[in-house]
């Protein structure tokens, strides 16, 4: 049952990026995204990977493989293939609140 | 060393969710984030901390409670909290892609 359990969390944390990874594509649009939220995650993502692989854990492997894939196409939209975000996001991340422009 | 490796991934992919936080409170907006992607996520890290306890790992419990703690603000502001994005999330996560209304 325990087993059952971290598995059941392994998929839902893993598969939960692919809706988000479509909407993203869909809507060219990461202004939400915070930019140290992406490149952390990223790079925590990457160096779960490397642990997965050295404790000999597939399931830890695998779902963080597929996660970085996950990862690498947000942190690709966020600095680079978002439409109108671009510039609002790092105003917003950087100073105060500002309003999105169209 | 491999255990750091462990701990690093499990420091970043949990504190990496901070400025996540902090910049939709500040921003009000949550629109680009998919709900399938908190729904999922936010169960999946939960049944994480189940694991975590069930298995004794201080380190995989605490992890996600402090994650599940991000994750619920997130919930919060894109369902109840969010600004100008909430009718417009809604279409761009059913229909095709729309433009953000000011």
């Given at each position: 049952?325990?087993?059952?359990?971290?598995?059941?969390?392994?998929?839902?944390?893993?598969?939960?990026?692919?809706?988000?990874?479509?909407?993203?594509?869909?809507?060219?649009?990461?202004?939400?995204?915070?930019?140290?939220?992406?490149?952390?995650?990223?790079?925590?993502?990457?160096?779960?990977?490397?642990?997965?692989?050295?404790?000999?854990?597939?399931?830890?492997?695998?779902?963080?493989?597929?996660?970085?894939?996950?990862?690498?196409?947000l942190?690709?939209?966020?600095?680079?293939?978002?439409?109108?975000?671009?510039?609002?996001?790092?105003?917003?991340?950087?100073?105060?609140?500002?309003?999105r422009?169209?």
């Open positions: 049952m325990i087993e059952f359990i971290g598995s059941l969390a392994g998929i839902l944390t893993t598969v939960s990026f692919f809706p988000q990874v479509l909407k993203t594509i869909k809507s060219k649009s990461a202004g939400d995204f915070s930019t140290a939220w992406i490149v952390m995650m990223t790079t925590g993502v990457f160096f779960w990977m490397i642990y997965g692989y050295y404790i000999s854990s597939i399931p830890v492997f695998l779902a963080n493989v597929v996660t970085l894939g996950c990862m690498s196409i942190t690709w939209i966020k600095f680079f293939g978002s439409k109108d975000d671009q510039s609002v996001s790092n105003q917003s991340d950087g100073v105060g609140n500002s309003e422009s169209n």
